[in-house]
């Protein structure tokens, strides 16, 4: 029987168990936290229809580009439906602050699509011909469309060395309707050697303003481990694993009363990141129960780099980047928290990058609604 489960169970601590002044004061201080956690966490329900489902592109390169599926995945039903998939990939996929409408960029041109089921997009303009856009939006000051473009400036490449030393960034800017692209401004920086430059740097950003976007980056930044707010509460290792070289900590979870998860994490004060390592633990305290979370492809002691996780409706997504891979090797695990299940594992595909988003409403043909929404950015 795990220690964390004795209060409950109105057991003790067995001669052999782990002890010690420092065991003790964390054992007492998880009790306790375990105990406020039951108290004041909601009860986990899975509703007949939540508010949120799971949305991941998967891509497989090949070449200069390659397929990319944009699929959604109903946790609740357990379906797996294909949205829209793309020959050639998509950059710049974001929605609208109210998620009712989604922007992309694909083939050279700008699309919008309603985020709604069996949805069809529309070209919204051309884009200048560049190969290494970012994003696209309206600027309501210039009254034009305006693009983002960011890339290397090839160096001699040495071995084990970064392929670049400098990163260019340009803003493109074209007129109202979306014609007549030039270059308003560009800069080039140095990056001190990096692998691929995707930060964008521009002289004078006040000549940029768009509505903020939910972008993935955005969506996946949400579920970082030091943005989340979420209490760690430093424990002794789950049965069987070791106390060293990292501390274990336990996260409570919010749609999940009396359980939470557990997970060794490097700190490096006094910057607040925190690098967590796989194995991960679902601790029950109301069954006294510690189930290993199945996470095929990550390995034990890997640095489970980027490490993303969000609960919704007692239901846990975890999306970590594979550490053998430089941009590519995204994981993605969707867990059933009444049981720590693992429900869903997208596809193996070069990248898979997935988010919580709102649910996409019905299918319904309203063309006057789609000719008010594409006055609102003429």
């Known amino acids: 029987m795990p220690w964390w489960s004795d209060v409950e169970l109105g057991g003790s601590m067995t001669p052999g168990s782990r002890s010690g002044p420092r065991r003790d004061c964390l054992r007492s201080a998880t009790v306790a936290s375990l105990l406020l956690i039951a108290a004041c966490t909601p009860r986990a329900s899975h509703a ?9 592109i998967a891509q497989s390169w090949n070449g200069g580009g390659g397929r990319c599926e944009w699929r959604i995945f109903d946790p609740v039903s357990r379906n797996d439906e294909l949205f829209r998939s793309f020959e050639r990939g998509c950059r710049g996929l974001a929605w609208d602050s109210t998620e009712s409408y989604v922007e992309y960029m694909e083939s050279g041109k700008f699309y919008r699509v309603e985020w709604e089921e069996d949805a069809q997009p529309w070209p919204v303009v051309q884009l200048p011909g560049t190969w ?25 490449w ?15 800017q074209s007129d109202r309707e979306g014609e007549h692209w030039r270059i308003a401004q560009a800069d080039t920086t140095d990056c001190g050697g990096c692998w691929f430059c995707t930060e964008w740097k521009i002289p004078n950003p006040g000549a940029v303003r768009r509505s903020a976007p939910l972008g993935l980056s955005q969506l996946q930044a949400r579920m970082a481990i030091d943005t989340l707010g979420a209490q760690l509460i430093a424990i002794p290792p789950p049965g069987g ?9 336990i996260m409570p979870l919010q749609s999940a009363p009396g359980r939470g998860l557990a997970l060794r994490i490097r700190q490096h004060p006094p910057s607040p990141e925190k690098t967590p390592f796989a194995p991960f633990y679902l601790l029950d305290r ?11 492809g990550l390995a034990r002691d890997d ?25 590519a090797g995204k994981r993605n695990y969707v867990f059933d928290l009444s049981t720590g299940d693992q429900i869903f594992h997208p596809p193996q595909c070069e990248s898979v990058t997935a988010v919580w988003v ?21």
């Open 358 to 378: 709102k649910r996409p409403r019905p299918a319904r043909v309203d063309v006057a609604g789609l000719r008010r929404l594409r006055e609102r950015f003429r």
């Open 132 to 156: 290494d856009l970012q994003n696209c939006w309206f600027n309501p000051d210039s009254q034009s469309w305006q693009a983002s473009a960011a890339g290397g400036v090839p160096r001699t």
């Open 241 to 249: 694993e070791s106390a060293v070289p990292y501390d274990w900590y």
């Open 286 to 296: 109301r069954r006294g129960t510690e189930r290993i979370l199945e996470t095929p």
């Open 303 to 327: 640095n489970a780099s980027g490490l993303r996780f969000l609960e919704r409706d007692g239901f846990l997504l975890v999306l970590s980047k594979d550490p053998r891979h430089y941009t």
């Open 48 to 56: 007949a229809t939540p508010d949120r489902v799971i949305t991941y």
């Open 158 to 172: 040495a071995r084990n060395e970064p392929y670049y030393a400098r990163c260019h960034s340009e803003l493109w």
